[in-house]
């Protein structure tokens, strides 16, 4: 059964599915590899990121790894406000409250 995933992206961010992936892309390509375990088992860490945690106005977002936070820059094509705003220059992007 498909579950569909809501996310808290604002209206200017064009197809949420791929924006969260992109993010979690940049997540799991950034963060360090923990080494595997003496028996071989494999690693306990899982990349997550939060919806919730994602700054438009500073063009970051929270990548979660274990339990390890880090914060990292969003790309610069990243839209940033309703007015074709971009994390190319981030004194135009606007703070976006999730709900609003």
Same mark, same amino acid.
């Given at each position: 059964r498909k579950r569909n995933i809501t996310?808290?992206?604002p209206p200017y961010v064009p197809n949420h599915h791929a924006f969260a992936s992109s993010l979690w892309k940049l997540c799991n390509e950034s963060t360090p590899k923990p080494g595997v375990r003496i028996f071989g088992s494999l690693p306990t860490y899982t990349?997550? +990121?939060n919806d919730l945690q994602v700054n438009f106005k500073d063009c970051t977002f929270l990548c979660?790894? !274990?339990s390890s936070n880090v914060t990292l820059e969003?790309?610069?094509e990243t839209p940033c406000g309703p007015? !074709?705003?971009t994390c190319k220059d981030k004194t135009r992007c606007i703070?976006? +409250?999730p709900g609003c």
């Amino acid at each position: 059964r498909k579950r569909n995933i809501t996310f808290n992206f604002p209206p200017y961010v064009p197809n949420h599915h791929a924006f969260a992936s992109s993010l979690w892309k940049l997540c799991n390509e950034s963060t360090p590899k923990p080494g595997v375990r003496i028996f071989g088992s494999l690693p306990t860490y899982t990349r997550r +990121i939060n919806d919730l945690q994602v700054n438009f106005k500073d063009c970051t977002f929270l990548c979660k790894y !274990g339990s390890s936070n880090v914060t990292l820059e969003m790309p610069q094509e990243t839209p940033c406000g309703p007015d !074709g705003q971009t994390c190319k220059d981030k004194t135009r992007c606007i703070e976006h +409250i999730p709900g609003c």
